[in-house]
């Protein structure tokens, strides 16, 4: 791997639900380094009609299947010499195979690889417990229920379960989600790289905990210089 020379490489792992997106955004606000998602980048490929690459990133994307290691890496790797990333990066969807990090191996020195922790039962009743209104006001039928049930306190529109937020499609999607991930967790776990954070806390909590252990390593860092 190459030697970490920025101060904050960052990668940030989590099974859906997990707050992680919201995490890589209050983290990425506050050390002033960008939050850098591979889906979101694939999304921009895929809706600009003049790129090539287009309708094959579509088509991979629209059956919830991986782009390849060598078109995601290619797409980091430019992502990852824009000045905007001099003190560091935080990483989000990337690395996902094992190919993709050795490739990441090559090309940054990650210092901090931190997992949201959410064990897959709690994801199941996050999920699974969440309603929708057609504006697009989200409750959940234990941690914020309306008044009425079924009606949207904020609209008075009737609310849905969103399509993909059922029990068995939920479980799929963590089935995928371990399946990519575990062998990538395990690299960095064996490398003594991997920070797990408690992920059944609050936003703030979980926050707290990321900010903490990057205080308290660079503070240890700077006392054995
Ligand atoms: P995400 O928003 O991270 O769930 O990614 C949405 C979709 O983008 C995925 O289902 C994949 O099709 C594609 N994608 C994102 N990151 C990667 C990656 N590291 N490797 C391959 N495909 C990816």
Redesign the pocket.
């Known amino acids: 791997m190459k030697q970490q020379n920025k101060p904050f490489e960052i990668i940030l792992f989590g099974p859906p639900a997990s707050g992680k997106g919201t995490q890589a955004k209050l983290l990425a606000d506050t050390l002033s380094i960008p939050h850098i998602?591979?889906?979101a980048l694939?999304r921009a490929v895929k809706s600009d009609n003049s790129n090539p690459l287009s309708k094959e990133v579509s088509d991979?994307?629209d059956n919830?299947?991986?782009?390849s290691d060598e078109m995601?890496s290619k797409i980091v790797e430019t992502r990852l010499k824009n000045d905007d990333c001099q003190f560091g990066y935080i990483l989000d969807?990337?690395?996902?195979?094992e190919d993709?990090v050795k490739y990441l191996d090559t090309i940054s020195g990650i210092g901090y690889v931190f997992l949201v922790d959410v064990k897959d039962e709690v994801v199941i009743d996050r999920i699974s417990g969440r309603r929708m209104c057609k504006n697009g006001h989200t409750w959940h039928i234990k941690y914020s229920p309306t008044e009425k049930e079924g009606i949207c306190d904020s609209c008075g529109e009737a609310l849905y379960i969103r399509d993909d937020d059922n029990k068995e499609k939920v479980k799929e999607r963590l089935r995928i989600y371990h399946q990519n991930h575990d062998p990538v967790l395990n690299y960095y776990q064996n490398q003594n790289k991997l920070i797990r954070i408690d992920g059944n806390q609050h936003i703030e909590g979980v926050f707290q905990d990321m900010v903490k252990y990057l205080v308290d390593d660079l503070r240890s860092k700077l006392n054995t210089k």
């Open positions: 998602s591979t889906g694939l991979l994307m919830g299947k991986l782009v995601v969807g990337y690395p996902r195979t993709q």
